[in-house]
């Protein structure tokens, strides 16, 4: 709240003239029809006043309207064309800002019109025929009361020309509490202007009601002049502005001395806290947040099964999470200010203690270190990152260590690497076997093909014989697919995939080639072929062919009887797509995630009809990967299965 001394208006504080200095006579106005009838006045009052004389109020108020007013104006109650009282009461409506003192004659005395006269606005009366003593004494009255009047107006002007420098808005009232005086700063604070806000109650100029309880406060200004200078309230305060918004304020006020002991009115000081207030609020509401912050993290921090904590410069624990505690038995609060050597123990520290000292040089890093004694019993794998924390310019001040328990996860890594070292073992001697056995093949079966070829050339077998030399021929063109395949399956696992040789090619007369040979083996098979758009690329042919091949011939085997099937080459401006659909059941779904992985089917896991090992689509998949190309497959009930080869040109 702000502190305001108590308010004393002296009036020595006014400048006043020089008495030695002559002052010029009074100026005294006299109006009457008739000059004979104040001629007694005119005498007496110019011996010291300087006197004029005016026939009628109409010329008197014309001269009044140029300025330079009399000290004292003398009238007739009873003027011809316009009264006495009516001049009074225009007077005071048209010329209140000279503060004019009327003197009114009356030939009647006391009467009902002259009182209401006073009550327009004339100061005083004097009934004729009037005593000499009298008249002088009564003008001199009015004198001395104008002269009041103008130091209480330079006082006032001076009070006003002061408080208007104040930068805190300033109200001063009267004795009653009645508003005198706003400051610039008070009437834009508050909404009023000094000519609508004078003479109102102080406490309907500023209105002020707690900013907790929303009750109304009492006005200071009315304790201040009961009791002296008071303080506005020590809780936030808020002055109710003239168009209804609220402004927080810190006021005081004081009484106004015109004497030792004589208090004419009091004056209210108080200042618009506005950006203080926001400032406040915005503070509180930040610790607020800090505090709401502290507890996330802290909620946050407990919930990461890893080490977390801060440690200074000092070596000494800062903020740790719940792991800590689990992790070595010691509550959050006594580890906090630890020595981190006392903590984890020296045999540990001598492991440790290292990367403590880089941590604290200011180097971030993460490091595994392994077997490292526990506290509680055994060792333990680790693995440690430390952040250093600086502030710039700053020396370091410690680092956040991030510690997680590694030993479980080590342990079954190790044995992972086990396992899969034994797999992959295996898996290579399976393979290995799988190359010689089916690469020893070769030679045998040849040599069978090739006697079976001769046999069916000669014209003298009689009919058994010719129909087991064509068994045999069969079973042997079986199993020199067989080995091939099983050299390519080989080849695409040891070798790191299957080699192709690259040329020049048109992929839409390659499949119309690879389907007649397909329909050579299968007479039954209805295949239709449409190519569109340039089939023109270089890849391997043989290759392809073999793609094609397999892809028609599955179709072949696991479509629906009877069912064309469609071949289909497209190309654009990048690529070549081949499409090949079959109608009949679908792939079962579980299946078609392996379905280009080795020994996998898309139907019974025997194939009962060429008795297939499933190699076949994987052997594609790795042809068409050696392209850079791309393989899928789409299997639904009512749609058929349609397997889509993409290959960039």
């Known amino acids: 709240m702000s502190t305001a001394a108590p308010f004393l208006l002296s009036t020595t504080a006014v400048s006043r003239p020089d008495p030695k200095a002559a002052a010029p006579a009074p100026r005294v106005w006299l109006v009457d029809d008739s000059p004979t009838q104040l001629a007694r006045a005119r005498e007496l009052l110019s011996k010291h006043h300087t006197v004029e004389t005016f026939s009628d109020a109409e010329q008197m108020l014309e001269r009044l309207s140029l300025g330079q007013p009399p000290d004292v104006l003398l009238l007739d109650w009873q003027l011809p064309g316009i009264s006495g009282l009516e001049t009074c009461t225009y007077v005071r409506e048209h010329h209140d800002n000279v503060a004019l003192p009327i003197l009114m004659l009356s030939s009647r005395g006391t009467h009902d019109d002259f009182t209401e006269g006073l009550q327009a606005g004339a100061n005083d009366y004097v009934a004729k025929p009037f005593h000499d003593a009298e008249l002088l004494a009564r003008v001199d009255s009015l004198l001395r009361v104008r002269a009041q009047g103008e130091r209480l107006r330079e006082r006032e002007a001076y009070l006003a020309t002061t408080l208007s420098s104040i930068g805190d808005a300033v109200i001063t009232t009267d004795r009653a509490g009645r508003v005198v005086f706003l400051n610039p700063v008070a009437e834009r604070i508050t909404g009023w202007s000094t000519l609508d806000a004078q003479q109102r109650p102080v406490a309907e100029v500023v209105r002020i009601i707690d900013a907790v309880t929303r009750e109304p406060v009492s006005s200071p200004v009315e304790r201040a002049l009961a009791v002296g200078t008071v303080q506005g309230l020590a809780r936030p305060t808020l002055l109710i502005r003239r168009d209804g918004t609220e402004v927080p304020i810190e006021d005081s006020a004081a009484p106004i001395r015109t004497g030792p002991q004589v208090i004419s009115g009091a004056v209210l000081i108080f200042r618009d806290v506005t950006e203080q207030t926001q400032v406040r609020l915005r503070n509180e509401a930040l610790t607020e947040q800090l505090r709401t912050s502290e507890a996330e993290q802290a909620t946050l921090l407990d919930a990461i099964p890893a080490l977390v904590s801060f440690v200074s410069a000092d070596e000494r624990y800062g903020r740790v999470n719940k792991a800590y505690e689990d992790w070595f038995g010691i509550s959050q609060d ?8 006392d903590v984890i123990g020296e045999a540990a520290y001598s492991m440790l203690g290292p990367f403590v000292k880089r941590g604290l040089a200011g180097e971030s890093f993460t490091f595994e270190q392994h077997d490292v004694p526990y506290r509680l019993g055994g ?21 956040v260590a991030l510690l997680q328990d590694i030993t479980a996860r080590r342990k079954l890594e190790q044995e992972r690497e086990l396992h899969a070292r034994r797999l992959q073992q295996q898996a290579e001697f399976e393979q290995q076997l799988i190359g010689i056995v089916s690469h020893d093949l070769r030679n045998p079966l040849s040599a069978i093909l090739l006697g079976t070829e001769r046999l069916k050339r000669q014209e003298v077998l009689v009919p058994n014989v010719s129909r087991t030399v064509d068994r045999i021929h069969a079973s042997a063109s079986r199993a020199v697919r067989l080995v091939k395949e099983l050299l390519d399956f080989t080849q695409a ?93 679908p792939i079962a779904p579980e299946r078609l995630p392996d379905l280009f992985q080795p020994l996998q089917r898309g139907t019974h896991p025997v194939d009962l009809a060429s008795r297939s090992v499933g190699l076949g689509l994987f052997i594609v998949k790795s042809i068409v990967d050696a392209h850079q190309g791309h393989i899928d497959v789409r299997s639904a009930a009512g749609e058929g299965t349609t397997f889509t080869v993409t290959l960039p040109r």
Not at 334 to 341: D, P
């Open 334 to 341: 006594l580890l906090r200010g630890q020595q981190v050597r």
């Open 493 to 585: 696992r040891l070798g790191g995939g299957i080699r192709i040789g690259r040329g020049p090619m048109d992929l839409h007369a390659l499949s119309r080639t690879a389907v007649e040979e397909v329909e050579e083996a299968h007479p039954a098979a209805r295949v239709e072929v449409v190519a569109s758009g340039d089939g023109q690329g270089a890849w391997d042919a043989d290759r392809l062919s073999q793609v094609l091949q397999n892809l028609v011939t599955n179709a072949v085997k696991y479509g629906q009887p009877g069912s064309p099937i469609q071949v289909a080459t497209h190309g654009d401006s990048t690529q070549v797509t081949l499409r090949v659909h079959n109608e009949g059941a």
């Open 379 to 399: 060792k333990r794998d680790v693995k440690v990152s430390f952040i250093a924390h600086r502030e710039p310019g700053q020396p370091v001040a410690g680092y």
